[in-house]
């Protein structure tokens, strides 16, 4: 957590995140990456794709950080039967008053718990388009906002076919972050099996709704040199055209770069991170860790790269290589305003 104390990030509201973080590690044992990418997600009010194999804590891990965290929680199990009344609500008739009355669905919540997203039908996915991207939902000529903040934290399991539906390619762009989940190491694995002789541990609310909401709008005055955003424009701009970027070996393997929301996911990404790492300035350091978890579900690969088994991460691989960071003066902070 906190690297270093920045003067714009307020010092309290910067340790009951770490505090928060505390209590999830109480039950999740190792899966960092994951960890610090549901925060920057949380911080960054964007939403959060994991994708792994079963038993990887994906689940355990979005419901116990619900459970630190104040405001309204709720878990979809999506299934090849849902429809979207299922999740968005419905038109009830009320005999007694000789009238419909609209039956809000779970998706009225603060953090909604996407399970196995994947096997739900397009006409579900489509429900999820108008609240992940508005923040709203329509019912016949009504329309309901959801509480603020409003993130939906979704799973997928990668290794099953049958009686699943791959994600439209529109739904995927609305998530900020897709992140791959691995399996822990030895020791690691240790202490899961540890942990499950023991009872649950009670977790304890350590930030409230109004304090997330507080860390979301410091999250926004985080400084962004220009040259940093540059760099990320033209990464974007290399999944596009990668042979104008020094990378046309990969020119085969892509058949869509990455869309405008990828930049613009990987500097509001960026921006929390280094909130969370105790700066009120982002560093290149920041946007390289997070262009693979912003940029990979955004790409669409050629017949040619599923062909060969080449990855969008390989391809962004080859990308980072082609195009350094920016040198930057880390005493450089953000220009007063006049």
Known sequence: MPEEQAGGVDGELLTKLEQALFEIRRVIAGQEGMLERVLVCLLAGGHLLIEGVPGLAKTLTIKTTASVLGGTFKRIQFTPDLVPSDLVGTRVFRPDKHDF???????????????????????????????????????????????DPFLVLATQNPIESEGTYPLPEAQVDRFMLKVLVDYPTHDEELTVVARSLEGQPRLEHVLSIEELRELQRQVSNVYVDPTLISWVVDLASATRRPADHGAAAMAPYISYGASPRGPISVI??????????????????????????????????????????????????????ALAPPQLELGRTAPTAA
């Open 268 to 321: 509001a990404a960026a921006r929390a991170l280094a909130l969370i790492r105790g700066r009120d300035y982002v560093v290149a350091a920041d946007v390289e860790s997070l262009v693979r978890d912003a940029f990979r579900h955004r790409i669409v690969l050629s017949y040619q790269a599923l062909a060969e088994e080449v990855t969008a991460d390989q391809v962004l691989d080859e990308v980072l290589g």
């Open 101 to 147: 009355e609209i039956d809000l669905g779970p998706v009225f919540c603060n953090f909604l718990l996407a399970d196995e997203i994947n096997r739900a039908p397009a006409k579900v996915q489509s429900a999820l388009l108008e609240v992940m991207q508005e923040r709203q939902v329509t019912i016949g000529h009504d329309t309901f906002p959801v509480p």
